[in-house]
């Protein structure tokens, strides 16, 4: 079975673009604010953008299921206050959810999370309780930034962060650490904001003592870890001039990092510097590089393929496919379980 | 003949570090603010830091020449105003340019620029005229984020930039992309911004049309290029999204990238997936990674072993070592020629 750690919905209707137009409109004047009830999608909607996407490139490319969550860079907690991103969570988290239980074997949900710059984190509980209990998530995407750009928020190692930690593990669901837009002209957003904010959040855990406090708290960090494979070396001795334990047990009984990484030479990179019992699959199809790579001939997100080709045997392959997903996500493991798989 | 393309005056005498503190203090309360007279420092106290780290380690991994200049993570543009950074710069500059008069051989200056956030970049020529026809710098560090972490100035692609951008085509200098320490708790400078910084840059180029309008104009962007060659693909992806030409016609007349990686597995990577002749031999040595690699026994930055063991030709390890630096820095190599190397 594969399974891909990092999909959105980048592929909804354009109703859901349309409400959040009219939503950002809503906060400079209260009278354009619409309804939820005004946003309508219906079923068939849903399984048609799904059908004609995301499901047809898992069936071409040969993935089982997708963890799906909404589309990050249209999470923008940047926008508004805390009742804005409140709504609009609400909302993107609700869809996901109604896609999985249109392909329940196809796609598991995960949610994003009501973050607002400035905000208790404390308060993106509710609809986090709320997509773990009554829609069946087995993650989350926490945002460390969301400021867009700006990094305004403490790192993720201080105690502010404690709030959404202690409910991931009573739940025992790991966060994607994955950023949105950048509003900062400074940082384009899938080409420099989305890998900075992976290479900072590995930072910030390297420097702090958070995995003391929460032993069996799980990260995940997209896009390949950012720059921290191929800085490997840097990293490892970097912690020992801070006078940390060795990676290996300061951090990677707690960080795991997926593969979207799209080309060859960084999947064999990653495979060959990073234990892989830490690597999961992932491709973010349909995501920020869609085209075919003219050097291959073949769409630059198809991460599968890379996996294939590395030098790693059977059993390594296993676990990058669907072994380590099921451990670092077990409720997408008990979910599996109770359909059978 | 091997040439360090990066290495700071990390090990300047503690008499520089008083001085910045007093100068520090003196934003405060002028009437602690010192004279640049104040400090003194002398050849021998400068030839012993030298002797006794730099030249040491250089002549014990094998390397010719270093290009030598100001501690990046002292340069801490976001302190104080124009003024302060004006004579910080100047103080910086003249001490780099006394190590490679008294080590005329091993030592050739580049210019940190005296910028400050929010003010003009072409305040910064003066300085930049002085050390490259006073001092004989061959480049200079140019800093795209002055304010330490919180990236309010305009990308690199923008025309704010522009003056800096006129002076090095026409004095024929590259610049080396290079931001100082962080004040923003999210990022810590060595492990985060450093490499964050590679990656903006980078993008901010890819994005632009920077090189159309300065066919000439070299950036040398440092630590391997940030996350860059390990998402080579993703780069490329974007690049093609974004309707550019091949990055090897976009980006790689104008922009190289150093060997500060610091293992085995990301240099094979590097000289696997980035085009030799946009290569060149650095270390940073003395730096942020001082340690001995337990996995190898040997320093993490002494990046000649891996460019060694690197599957690479002669002819391509000379260009990595020599050649590559001789052409991209024009002034270098005149100044080699003239001592008849």
């Known amino acids: 079975m594969i399974i891909d750690c990092h999909g959105h919905y980048t592929t909804a209707p354009k109703a859901l673009e349309h409400w959040r137009n009219a939503q950002i409109a809503g906060i400079e004047?209260?009278?354009?604010?619409?309804?939820?009830?005004?946003?309508?999608?219906?079923?068939?909607?849903?399984?048609e953008t799904i059908e004609a996407n995301q499901l047809r490139l898992m069936n071409q490319r040969g993935s089982d299921l997708t963890i799906f969550s909404p589309r990050a860079s249209f999470m923008a907690h940047h926008i508004g206050d805390f009742s804005v991103s409140s709504t609009w969570a609400a909302i993107n988290n609700e869809l996901c959810f109604r896609v999985a239980r249109?392909?329940?074997?196809?796609?598991?949900?995960?949610?994003?999370?009501?973050?607002?710059?400035?905000?208790?984190?404390a308060s993106c509980i509710p609809e986090l309780v709320k997509c773990v209990e009554q829609y069946g998530n087995v993650g989350i995407n926490l945002n460390p930034d969301p400021s867009g750009g700006h990094w305004t928020s403490p790192p993720l190692g201080d105690r502010h962060w404690y709030p959404i930690y202690e409910k991931m593990v009573e739940y025992d669901i790991p966060a994607m650490i994955h950023v949105s837009t950048s509003c900062n002209a400074c940082f384009h957003t899938t080409g420099a904001h989305y890998l900075n904010a992976d290479t900072t959040a590995f930072m910030q855990c390297l420097t702090s003592d958070l995995f003391k406090d929460f032993p069996t708290l799980k990260f995940l960090i997209p896009h390949g870890g950012g720059a921290v494979p191929y800085h490997w070396g840097r990293f490892?001795?970097?912690?020992?001039?801070?006078?940390?334990?060795?990676?290996?047990?300061?951090?990677?009984?707690?960080?795991?990092?997926?593969?979207?990484v799209y080309h060859q030479p960084g999947i064999d990179l990653l495979t060959r510097v990073i234990p892989v019992d830490n690597i999961l699959f992932a491709s973010e199809m349909i995501g920020a590089v869609r085209g075919i790579d003219p050097e291959t001939g073949h769409c630059f997100d198809d991460t599968k393929r890379y996996i294939e080709a590395a030098a790693i045997d059977a059993e390594q392959r296993f676990k990058i496919f669907e072994g380590n997903a099921r451990r670092v996500f077990p409720r997408l493991d008990a979910t599996l379980k109770g359909m059978g798989k």
């Open 29 to 47: 004047d209260a009278a354009l604010m619409p309804r939820v009830a005004d946003l309508k999608i219906s079923d068939d909607e849903l399984r």
């Open 102 to 121: 249109l392909f329940p074997d196809r796609f598991v949900p995960a949610a994003m999370l009501p973050q607002s710059p400035g905000v208790d984190p």
């Open 236 to 260: 490892r001795g970097l912690a020992q001039e801070l006078k940390k334990p060795l990676l290996t047990e300061h951090l990677l009984k707690n960080i795991f990092f997926d593969t979207c």
